[in-house]
T-cell receptor, first 118, second 113 residues
Framework: AQKITQTQPGMFVQEKEAVTLDCTYD???????LFWYKQPSSGEMIFLIY??????QNATEGRYSLNFQKARKSANLVISASQLGDSAMYFC???????????????FGKGTKLTVNP | EAGVTQSPTHLIKTRGQQVTLRCSPI?????VYWYQQALGLGLQFLLW???????NRGNFPPRFSGRQFPNYSSELNVNALELEDSALYLC????????????FGPGTRLTVL
């Protein structure tokens, strides 16, 4: 069974600083995908970034980058130049594939609550 | 382009009642996923529908059920509500291909008294 671990229940960062949110995963599948989602207090899950297990380069999307270390089974999210609006819950997730190869479901970590201080 | 929509946004029910939650996926998406986010428990996978068929379900009792309609919208039904069913229910949709991300709706917050 796949498992996602986020060891930081809460993190604090000063505005304009960078912050790293940790995520480790466990899977025996050779092919997998890793996602990060942001969940503001409104509840909606906002997709941030995706990393495929065979991707050669670390994914980047604007201020978000993923520090993917396959041998260590870690996929840490780096947010550069933090903004007050970045305060939210952040979830790391792994995609499980169905036997037919389609995207079946996401397995989520318990999340990290990020607070950006002015 | 409209995102995933869910209705209602909030719902209050009492124990033993039944509830139906609705989800409309992004246009062109054929896969719909339901997740439960109970306080302190993180997001738990409930159901996956694709092309009108239930493809998989998570570790939930049979009183959680649903269906997907020909237009790919979906309903989640919960019978015999229990207090621990109080949660945010999130629906997501995707194209269903292996590398596609899931786009989430705003959720339905269910409170069971």
């Amino acid at each position: 069974a796949q498992k996602i671990t986020q060891t930081q229940p809460g993190m604090f960062v000063q505005e304009k600083e960078a912050v790293t949110l940790d995520c480790t995963y466990d899977t025996s599948d050779p092919s997998y995908g890793l996602f990060w989602y942001k969940q503001p207090s409104s509840g909606e899950m906002i997709f941030l970034i995706y990393q495929g297990s065979y991707d050669q380069q670390n994914a980047t999307e604007g201020r978000y980058s993923l520090n993917f270390q396959k041998a260590r089974k870690s996929a840490n999210l780096v947010i550069s130049a933090s903004q007050l609006g970045d305060s939210a819950m952040y979830f790391c997730a792994m995609r499980e594939l169905s036997s037919q190869g389609g995207s079946e479901k996401l397995v989520f970590g318990k999340g990290t609550k990020l607070t950006v201080n002015p | 382009e409209a995102g995933v929509t869910q209705s209602p946004t909030h719902l209050i029910k009492t124990r033993g009642q039944q509830v139906t939650l609705r989800c409309s996926p992004i246009s062109g998406h054929t896969s719909v996923y339901w997740y439960q986010q109970a306080l302190g428990l993180g997001l738990q996978f409930l159901l996956w529908y694709d092309e009108g068929e239930e493809r998989n379900r998570g570790n939930f009792p049979p009183r959680f059920s649903g269906r997907q309609f020909p237009n790919y919208s979906s309903e989640l039904n919960v019978n015999a509500l229990e207090l621990e069913d109080s949660a945010l229910y999130l629906c997501a949709s995707s194209l269903g291909r292996r590398d596609d991300e899931q786009f989430f709706g705003p959720g339905t917050r269910l409170t069971v008294l």
